[in-house]
């Protein structure tokens, strides 16, 4: 077979694969199977690098992270839902849109699965997958192309689709198990759990590397066609739009129902609220949505929301659990926390043997005892929480919880500054501290040791062999190999991903080494900013301040981090070890910023930079960058090849444009 017969035929083989896992949770192949087609069809893409098209799967991870996130206007506004939490709140939504439409009966409405998850407006053009944004203020959001081109279940092109374009909105989503993953890495790391899938579905559309976010495993549930001014007519009712979606090769959630009034609606409200445990994604709720699209016209909307639709909310899901103990965790910044051992017991689907407590003052206020039974809930299928005791006699004979004064690792006090509510251990050598601040280093998020799991860390802690982070480039294979369960190969194994994380980009470091309120984000913009370890340790809070996103908080914990001599020994220590400590400066120092309050669009290529250099540039002396023009456009600059539609609305606004001349001398003498 000719190499192009056999892309065509694994692209084919690949994108039914991906159709079958993602959208129909039926997969036919392995993992390894897949992997096995993917790897081949990459491997003959770089040997006929002409036979490469932007939307073949290998594609859905664009190469080089990017710098951040243009803003993007959406075709039409993303308006978000008003609630009903009872039975009553849905019919009186039904009344009002029996008034508003004057009509005695109740209408058809479409009900459906409300995903909690994060909600994207994806755009497609001659059927190819052009844009991807987030909801953002509901008028602009985040150009999150590069991100969302990862999403397995979201198609980079229609099969059977219109060519006009098309704007398809719709919610990214974590899978049950995916969100359970993250957060036993979170906890793996000493990190704060992620209350909910929506905030971890956000922040990994957020992270600036998409070959990050290819890993985080997110997937996707598309739900609603918003056609342009001018484009084709859409199908008449919400129903035949579903199925269209569908055919046209999307994720649609099969769950809909087609439901003729409202006693149909709250039949399917009370099923699913009762069944939803059931399903491999998160659901907080049903949307219902009037069927009829003329009779949605006729209905419009508020400022907020729409008067078609409304959002029924699931009551949280409260279950009795016997409270063994309450004990407390120290995280790698000496966090002392307070968590419940239950006794095992199933809620929303899933088995429940921890729930958090919230802080000590809310434990001592709602008078919560061990050795009796509890109250548990999952809110909105989020971490579950202990609400109160079951038993509320203050006489009852069981002995008050009071917090410990004491460390439970090291038995050193614990403190808790007047102004906050959080009790911390501050011995620096406390071993929970560094156990948790190494299982956060080697995690994937950040030094990506593979091997270096809780377990490994547990013994090299213990062992003594670790008792620094830079200990961990001094282990050898010999030292590993003596560890429980630690074979020769798997401490080969262990000692070569050791070696390989010394090149990892500065951020990762960053990142790693668990500075206080240094997330993932923030060591990416720390280390595009500065550039090197060494550059951030210099810089002053002013400085550190001065950069975008980075807040005084922020800016607070970094100084007080490099000021400890201690972290500055470590510092050292990791240079001498030969980690990568140098990186690329990705952004300009802050100056002034002349251009501050100005918002420019740049269409087609600029000579001599990317698209992004030129878009930084502008950024760095305080301009805004945005992908299409609006009345609020100062300039439109204009490069090689210039995409006609900016031009002409351009024009028709009479918004200056700037060729690459005019660009030049607006960032080399700005005013
Ligand atoms: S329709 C104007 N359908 O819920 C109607 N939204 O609280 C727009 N959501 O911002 C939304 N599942 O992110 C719709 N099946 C579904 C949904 C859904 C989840 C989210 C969406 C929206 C929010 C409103």
């Known amino acids: 077979m ?8 694994l692209r084919q083989k690949i994108r039914r694969h991906e159709e079958l896992y993602y959208m129909h ?74 008034k508003g439409l004057a009509i005695a009966a109740s209408p058809s409405y479409v009900a459906e699965l409300k995903i909690d998850g994060l909600s994207i407006a994806l755009t497609y053009d001659r059927g190819q997958l052009v844009r991807g944004a987030t909801r953002g203020d509901g008028t602009r959001g985040e150009d999150v192309t590069r991100n969302v081109r990862t999403v397995r279940a979201v198609p980079l092109s229609l099969e ?31 990190e704060p759990l992620f209350a ?55 994720a649609v959630e099969p769950h809909w129902r087609h439901c003729d009034g409202i ?44 008067r078609w639709a409304t959002a029924f909310k699931f009551p949280a899901e409260r279950k009795m659990a016997m409270l063994h103990r309450i004990e407390v965790n120290i995280g790698r910044t000496g966090a002392a926390t307070p968590f419940a051992r239950l006794e095992p017991t199933v809620v929303a689907g899933s088995t429940i043997s921890m729930a958090t407590l919230h802080n000590p003052d809310d434990i001592i206020r709602k008078d919560i005892r061990p050795g009796e039974l509890v109250i548990i809930e999952k809110a909105g299928d989020v971490i579950p929480r202990v609400v109160g005791p079951v038993n509320t ?40 501290k560094l156990r948790r601040g190494l299982e956060h280093f080697a995690s994937r998020g950040a ?85 090197s370890v060494a550059e951030v340790q210099a810089a002053s809070r002013d400085q550190l301040q001065q950069v975008r996103e980075i807040g005084p908080v922020l800016a607070e914990a970094v100084r007080t981090w490099f000021d400890e001599p201690r972290n500055r020994d470590l510092i050292e220590r990791l240079q001498a070890a030969g980690l990568t400590t140098v990186g690329e400066r990705k952004v300009a120092p802050a100056g002034p910023q002349p251009l501050l309050g100005k918002t420019y669009v740049i269409t087609g290529e600029v000579p001599g930079m990317t698209r992004e250099e030129a878009q930084q540039k502008l950024q760095a002396l305080g301009a805004k960058v945005t992908s299409s023009v609006s009345k609020k456009t100062t300039g439109l600059i204009v490069g090689a090849e210039p995409g006609a539609s900016k031009l002409e609305k351009a024009t028709a606004l009479g918004i200056p444009t700037l060729d690459e001349e005019g660009f030049v001398a607006l960032i080399m003498n700005p005013s």
């Not at 192949?29 to 003959?44: T, Y």
């Not at 290998?58 to 243009?70: H, I, K, L, N, Y």
């Not at 899978?175 to 000493?190: C, I, L, P, V, Y």
Request: with cysteine.
């Open 25 to 98: 949770a039926a997969p036919e192949i392995s993992d390894a199977e897949f992997d096995a087609l993917m790897n081949e069809l990459k491997a003959l893409e770089a040997s006929h690098p002409d036979l490469l098209t932007p939307d073949s799967p290998t594609q859905r991870v664009g190469g080089r992270p990017a710098e951040g996130f243009v803003t993007v206007e959406h075709a039409q506004p993303m308006l978000s839902l008003d609630n009903a939490y009872n039975e009553d709140d849905l019919r009186a939504f039904d009344e009002r849109v029996r």
């Open 447 to 531: 030094m990506n040791i593979e091997g270096m799991g809780e377990s490994l860390v547990a013994q090299l802690t213990e062992s003594g062999l670790v008792k620094s982070l830079a200990d961990v480039y001094h282990l050898t294979a010999e030292a590993l190999a003596g560890l429980e369960r630690m074979g020769k190969k798997s401490a080969a194994k262990v000692m070569s991903e050791i070696d390989k994380s010394r090149g990892n980009e500065v951020w990762r470091l960053l990142y790693g080494l668990g500075i206080r309120h240094v997330g993932e984000r923030g060591a990416q913009v720390l280390a595009d900013h500065f550039g």
């Open 263 to 306: 006693d149909a609606v709250i039949d399917f409200c009370n099923e699913w609220r009762d069944k939803r445990g059931a399903l491999a994604f998160e659901t907080d709720g049903v949307v219902i949505k009037l069927n009829d699209l003329a009779q949605r016209e006729r209905l419009g909307t508020t400022s907020k929301f729409p």
């Open 393 to 432: 006699d203050p006489d009852r004979p069981l002995a008050r919880w009071v917090m410990p004064t004491h460390c439970p690792v090291c038995n050193r006090p614990l403190h808790k500054p007047d102004d906050e509510a959080v009790w911390r251990c501050e011995n620096s050598s406390c071993p929970s």
């Open 160 to 190: 059977h689709g219109p060519q006009a374009r098309v704007e398809i909105r719709g919610e990214v989503y974590l899978s049950k198990k995916a969100f359970e993953r993250m957060n036993q890495e979170q906890e793996a790391a000493g």
């Open 2 to 9: 000719i190499p192009a017969e056999r892309i065509d035929q």
């Open 196 to 250: 909910n899938p929506r905030n971890t579905a956000a922040g990994a559309m957020r992270n600036l590397d998409p070959a990050l976010v290819a890993k985080r495993g997110l997937s996707a549930w598309m739900y609603q066609v918003v056609i342009p001014e001018g484009g084709p007519e859409g199908p008449p009712l919400h129903a035949a739009m579903l199925q269209d979606l569908k055919a046209w090769g999307m």
